[in-house]
């Protein structure tokens, strides 16, 4: 055959070896990137199966056990409300954990990998078996900690996986609704500042009078703004076994507000002092659970530091604006 023609044979060869060779590394590289991604996993159950769990870490110290109605205790603080969905966002994490590498065929020291002084520590029962997670040192070349799963493998996983598992008592905190009474269904309340007592009470096309005045001009919106505010009050913390009220200034509170619904149902809230080492929270006690003292955000004091004449409506300014439309 003609050199000519062989020549683009060869050439045509040479190209269909290469995208061969081309398609072979894309193909093992696709296969690696997919091992990384997928890792090994450490557990073979999911969180749904667990009913015990605790963990440490320097400063951190939890024990968590599934109650029947398969909520949540706190075992140092069991009358403490836990979010549930938080720890079930615990446990997914926990179960579905990866490593990147397997060490367990590999000679190592234990004291070198940081088992002995671990930086964490996870235990947790699922389906009746117990499972224990040591994390030991962290190698920072390599982004991952060194772990033990019991007393045998040992396997390296990455730094950010444990990023957010040793979640603290108030991470686990279920907010509480002061009161389920809305804010429409208010029909009279009351404001104690302690020098002070006002009682309102709101009519049926939802405006608010002052009892001892019905024709005082009153700030609907401040006056609404009380009542709305105890309604969608919330916690940010519940001291379960509180001390004495001075601790908390609800023994000379800032207000004491009570609400009455149109059913004759009442909630009294006692607002407190702010807490001395962060002015941002203040002490509440709420009728609906009095051997609670709950923590709320403190920029809620400001909204019931009200008196007869600060509630007073800004007639002058109508007024004015009248007549000068008037005189315009």
Same mark, same amino acid.
């Given at each position: 055959?003609?050199?000519?023609?062989?020549?683009?044979?060869?050439?045509?060869?040479?190209?269909?070896?290469?995208?061969?060779?081309?398609?072979?590394?894309?193909?093992?590289?696709?296969?690696?990137?997919?091992?990384?991604?997928?890792?090994?996993?450490?557990?073979?159950?999911?969180?749904?199966?667990?009913?015990?769990?605790?963990?440490?870490?320097?400063?951190?110290?939890?024990?968590? /056990?599934?109650?029947? @109605? %398969?909520? #949540? =205790? +706190?075992?140092? $603080? *069991?009358?403490?409300?836990? !979010?549930? &969905?938080?720890?079930?966002?615990?446990?997914?994490?926990?179960?579905?954990?990866?490593?990147?590498?397997?060490?367990?065929?590999?000679?190592?020291?234990?004291?070198?990998?940081?088992?002995?002084?671990?930086?964490?520590?996870?235990?947790?029962?699922?389906?009746?078996?117990?499972?224990?997670?040591?994390?030991?040192?962290?190698?920072?070349?390599?982004?991952?900690?060194?772990?033990?799963?019991?007393?045998?493998?040992?396997?390296?996983?990455?730094?950010?996986?444990?990023?957010?598992?040793?979640?603290?008592?108030?991470?686990?905190?279920?907010?509480?609704?002061?009161?389920?009474?809305?804010?429409?269904?208010?029909?009279?309340?009351?404001?104690?500042?302690?020098?002070?007592?006002?009682?309102? /009470?709101?009519?049926? @096309? %939802?405006? #608010? =009078? +002052?009892?001892? $005045? *019905?024709?005082?001009?009153? !700030?609907? &919106?401040?006056?609404?703004?009380?009542?709305?505010?105890?309604?969608?009050?919330?916690?940010?913390?519940?001291?379960?076994?509180?001390?004495?009220?001075?601790?908390?200034?609800?023994?000379?509170?800032?207000?004491?507000?009570?609400?009455?619904?149109?059913?004759?149902?009442?909630?009294?809230?006692?607002?407190?002092?702010?807490?001395?080492?962060?002015?941002?929270?203040?002490?509440?006690?709420?009728?609906?659970?009095?051997?609670?003292?709950?923590?709320?955000?403190?920029?809620?004091?400001?909204?019931?530091?009200?008196?007869?004449?600060?509630?007073?409506?800004?007639?002058?300014?109508?007024?004015?604006?009248?007549?000068?439309?008037?005189?315009?």
């Amino acid at each position: 055959m003609n050199r000519k023609k062989l020549l683009p044979l060869a050439v045509l060869a040479g190209v269909v070896l290469l995208l061969a060779a081309a398609l072979l590394a894309v193909t093992l590289l696709n296969r690696r990137q997919d091992g990384e991604e997928s890792g090994i996993a450490l557990f073979s159950v999911s969180a749904g199966e667990v009913t015990a769990l605790s963990y440490q870490d320097g400063s951190t110290d939890v024990a968590l /056990t599934q109650n029947e @109605d %398969g909520g #949540w =205790t +706190l075992e140092s $603080d *069991p009358l403490l409300p836990i !979010d549930s &969905d938080t720890v079930t966002d615990l446990l997914d994490s926990l179960t579905g954990l990866t490593a990147l590498r397997d060490l367990s065929g590999e000679t190592l020291e234990s004291a070198q990998l940081g088992f002995d002084s671990p930086a964490m520590t996870f235990a947790f029962t699922a389906g009746g078996t117990d499972y224990t997670l040591t994390v030991g040192a962290e190698n920072s070349i390599a982004g991952a900690y060194y772990v033990r799963l019991g007393d045998g493998g040992v396997y390296t996983v990455s730094t950010s996986s444990f990023s957010t598992l040793c979640k603290t008592p108030r991470q686990l905190y279920a907010t509480q609704d002061i009161t389920d009474m809305e804010s429409t269904d208010v029909a009279a309340m009351t404001l104690d500042t302690g020098s002070e007592v006002l009682s309102f /009470t709101r009519g049926g @096309d %939802g405006s #608010w =009078t +002052l009892d001892e $005045d *019905p024709a005082y001009a009153l !700030d609907q &919106d401040a006056v609404a703004l009380m009542a709305n505010t105890i309604c969608s009050l919330t916690s940010s913390w519940s001291i379960t076994a509180p001390a004495a009220d001075v601790q908390y200034g609800l023994d000379t509170p800032a207000a004491v507000v009570t609400l009455t619904d149109g059913d004759g149902r009442t909630v009294q809230c006692t607002f407190g002092g702010t807490d001395p080492d962060d002015d941002s929270v203040a002490y509440l006690r709420a009728s609906t659970d009095e051997s609670v003292v709950y923590e709320i955000a403190a920029n809620h004091l400001s909204v019931f530091a009200q008196t007869k004449v600060s509630l007073q409506a800004d007639t002058d300014t109508a007024e004015t604006a009248t007549a000068e439309s008037a005189a315009g």
